[in-house]
C-alpha cells in the first residue's frame, strides 16, 4: 500500500494561498474520469475477486491517506474521483490542498464508504497521488532554488503517457510553469528540424526560419533550439519568439543571454539538476526547461491505511 521516495525540498508555507487559488478549478474532471476509467479497467476488469471473497457487500469502512514522508500534496481531486467513481456515495475529505507543504504523518485526506469500493479504488488512487505529489515536490525544490531570479522552471513533454494532464498540473502544484503541452501548441524547432531544413547549411538557416514562420497565425509562438553560439544571430534574424539555448556551459549561457540582449525569451535546457539549476538561473536566463520533473520521479512514500472503531 506504500511506495518509497526519499525526502526533497518543500515550498516555505507562505507561498501555499496564492499558488492553492490558482490551481483551483485548473484541473479538467473529464480528464481526471478518463484516466480514472482506464486505470480502473486495467486494475480490476472483472472486479476484486479478494474483496468479494472476504469483505460482506455492505460493509463500510473509513480510511486515511497518510503521509510517509514530508512533501508537497498535488491529486486530491484524483483521490477523491477515484473513491466517488466506484462507490457515488463515498464521503471524502480532503484535509490538504493541492500545492501544500505537508510533514511526515499529516493524514491528508479521509474517506468513507463502501468497503469494497475503497479497496478498489485504493491502489489506482494511491498510485496516482503519489506520483503526482513527488512531481510536486521535486518541482518545488526547483522552484527554491531559483528563488530571487528572473528564471522560471518549467516540464518538458517527457511525461508519462496518458497521464501528461495530471503530471503537468502536478508541477503547477510545486509553483513550476508549464511548456507546451503537445505538438500541436507552439512551434519548437529542433536540432533534427534544422538538419532537415538546412542540409547542414548555416547559411541558409535565417531563410528557412522565416519561411515557416511566415505560415503561421499570429497567436503562435515560435521557438528555436541552438546549440552553438554562432546560430543565435541567424535565429534570431528570423524574428523568433524563444530561443532554446542546449547544453550550454554556464559561461556560455551568460554569454548567450547578453547576446541575446531582450530580442527574445532565453531558454536553458540540458544537464539541469539541483546541483545545477541555481547556476543556471543565475546566468539570467528566463526560462530553465527540465525533463527530470516528470520522467524519472520515484512515487512519494503516502499510504492508505483504516482506520479502525476505537
Not at 525544490?141 to 503517457?161: C, H, M, S
Not at 507546451?180 to 531544413?197: E, I, P, Q, T, Y
Not at 531563410?207 to 528555436?224: I, S
Request: glycine share 8%; aromatic share 2%.
Amino acid at each position: 500500500m506504500t511506495a518509497t521516495a526519499a525526502p526533497e525540498t518543500v515550498p516555505a508555507p507562505e507561498t501555499v494561498p496564492a499558488r492553492a487559488a490558482a490551481l483551483a478549478g485548473s484541473l479538467p474532471e473529464a480528464a481526471v474520469l478518463a484516466v480514472l476509467r482506464t486505470a480502473l479497467q486495467e486494475d480490476a476488469p472483472y472486479g476484486d475477486i479478494t474483496s468479494q471473497a472476504l469483505i460482506p457487500s455492505r460493509a463500510r469502512a473509513t480510511a486515511v491517506l497518510n503521509a510517509r514522508v514530508p512533501g508537497v500534496f498535488s491529486g486530491g481531486e484524483v483521490f477523491a474521483a477515484a473513491m466517488k467513481l466506484t462507490d457515488p456515495d463515498a464521503v471524502v475529505e480532503l484535509l490538504v490542498n493541492d500545492g501544500e507543504a505537508f510533514a511526515a504523518g499529516t493524514a491528508l485526506a479521509r474517506v468513507t464508504g463502501n468497503a469494497r469500493a475503497v479497496l478498489l479504488a485504493e491502489r489506482v488512487a494511491l498510485n496516482l497521488v503519489q506520483r503526482m505529489s513527488a512531481i510536486a515536490t521535486r518541482t518545488a525544490g526547483f522552484v527554491a532554488l531559483v528563488e530571487g531570479t528572473r528564471a522560471r522552471i518549467t516540464d518538458t513533454r517527457k511525461t508519462t503517457p496518458g497521464l501528461r494532464v495530471l503530471e503537468r498540473y502536478a508541477v503547477r502544484c510545486g509553483g513550476g510553469a508549464n511548456h507546451r503541452f503537445s505538438l500541436s501548441d507552439a512551434v519548437l524547432a529542433k536540432d533534427n528540424h534544422l538538419a532537415v531544413l538546412t542540409g547542414g547549411d548555416p547559411a541558409k538557416l535565417t531563410a528557412v526560419l522565416r519561411q515557416a514562420k511566415a505560415q503561421l497565425g499570429h497567436t503562435t509562438h515560435f521557438e528555436v533550439e541552438v546549440d552553438t553560439m554562432e546560430q543565435i544571430e541567424p535565429v534570431l534574424a528570423a524574428g523568433v519568439d524563444t530561443i532554446m539555448l542546449d547544453n550550454f556551459s554556464l559561461a556560455d549561457l551568460a554569454a548567450g543571454v547578453r547576446l541575446v540582449g531582450g530580442r527574445a525569451r532565453v531558454e536553458a535546457s540540458g544537464n539541469v539538476n539541483l546541483g545545477t539549476v541555481a547556476d543556471i538561473a543565475a546566468t539570467g536566463v528566463d526560462v530553465i526547461s527540465i525533463g527530470g520533473l516528470t520522467h524519472s520521479v520515484t512515487a512519494l512514500d503516502l499510504g492508505l491505511d483504516i482506520e479502525l472503531a476505537p
